[in-house]
């Protein structure tokens, strides 16, 4: 989230509780509580003076002001009009917002709002209005006709609102998740899987490589494409064969073993060898565009099924070695 849109959510914010406060200034004045209906005339002056706050990126003391005012309202309309409103239950609101407002800060390079030290004062603040109330009873004896739906809509409210803001949060921390595994597992240039991750792979398929085919498939010339077109010619050569490769072998496993190499594990072996001869004729007749320079390419590819007795390191060398048989063989082929 920019700043943008930080100065968008704390208009928007401020706007609903200016609203808020407005219409229970009008509710306070049919219950007749005189001096709740004059704290709210203060109360809408804090929110209006937000705004110049959010004009002016005072987002820190725009921050520490609403803390600190919607805690005083809250005990304010607790001791005078007691429990059975509801409104001492936005406490228990207000502590996500200040630590979501914390992870907003930290993204953005703000100063920390110091979420422990606002929750504490919080939580303190309640017991001591709700003890008061407790002893002492509510300032004002009113009817208590709209207490009941006043208590129902400030816990649905709430509940709510924790309910959201919990689904947020936790779909947030899946979605990082993924983007921190995949940006563990993905060569960042061919957006394909990368060593480490292939190694993990073929731990799994280990107890069924007997089924498997591995293949290892080699850029032909690659250093020649580097020096006579630039590295970045290079690159956009490893980004399209990436995409044949990607393209062709759907149900695989593929990986960017190093530099110009590539590793493919099949699963099911039957239709193999067809599919990497096609991958290798889709890749030798499409040739790479870079700026207004045509560059042919070939690969060579080398491949070999598993063996139960068979390590995971003499596999790989098995396919390295087929690819070797097939450079010397005068490139471009597949070798099985």
């Not at 921050?63 to 309309?77: F, R, S």
């Not at 790479?288 to 590819?301: A, D, P, R």
Request: glycine share 6%.
């Amino acid at each position: 989230m920019n700043d943008i849109n930080i100065h968008k959510l704390s208009y928007g914010v401020n706007t609903a509780l200016l609203f808020i406060v407005a219409g229970l200034m009008i509710f306070f004045y049919k219950l007749e509580a005189d001096f709740l209906v004059y704290f709210s005339v203060p109360t809408l002056c804090v929110y209006i003076f937000n705004y110049f706050l959010i004009y002016k990126d005072k987002l820190g003391f725009f921050l520490w002001l609403v803390y600190a005012w919607i805690t005083l309202y809250m005990g304010v309309t607790t001791v005078c009009l007691g429990e059975s409103y509801g409104f001492h239950l936005y406490c228990f609101s207000m502590i996500p917002v200040i630590y979501a407002v914390e992870y907003l800060a930290f993204k953005m390079g703000r100063k920390s709002a110091r979420p422990m030290l606002i929750s504490i004062c919080v939580a303190a603040f309640y017991f001591i209005i709700i003890g008061y109330v407790k002893i002492h009873g509510p300032v004002y004896n009113r009817d208590n006709r709209y207490s009941f739906l006043f208590l129902i809509s400030n816990s649905l409210i709430v509940f709510s609102f924790l309910v959201i803001y919990i689904n947020t949060q936790v779909r947030s921390i899946i979605n990082s998740e993924i983007r921190l595994t995949d940006m563990a597992h993905k060569d960042r240039l061919t957006n394909l899987y990368n060593r480490h991750f292939m190694l993990e792979r073929l731990e799994e398929v280990s107890s069924v490589k007997d089924t498997a085919v591995l293949a290892m498939a080699d850029i032909d010339d690659f250093k020649k494409i580097n020096d006579q077109y630039g590295h970045n010619a290079g690159d956009e050569v490893l980004k399209a064969v990436s995409e044949k490769m990607t393209s062709a072998c759907k149900n695989c496993d593929i990986s960017r073993w190093g530099g110009e190499e590539f590793l493919i594990l099949f699963c099911d072996s039957d239709e193999a060898a067809d599919i990497l001869e096609q991958m290798r004729t889709d890749i030798s007749s499409s040739p790479v565009e870079f700026e207004g320079q045509v560059i042919n390419i070939t690969v060579t590819v080398g491949m070999a099924s598993g063996k139960k007795d068979q390590s995971i390191d003499e596999w790989i060398q098995e396919v390295d070695n087929k690819l070797y048989i097939g450079k010397n063989s005068g490139k471009n082929c597949v070798i099985g």
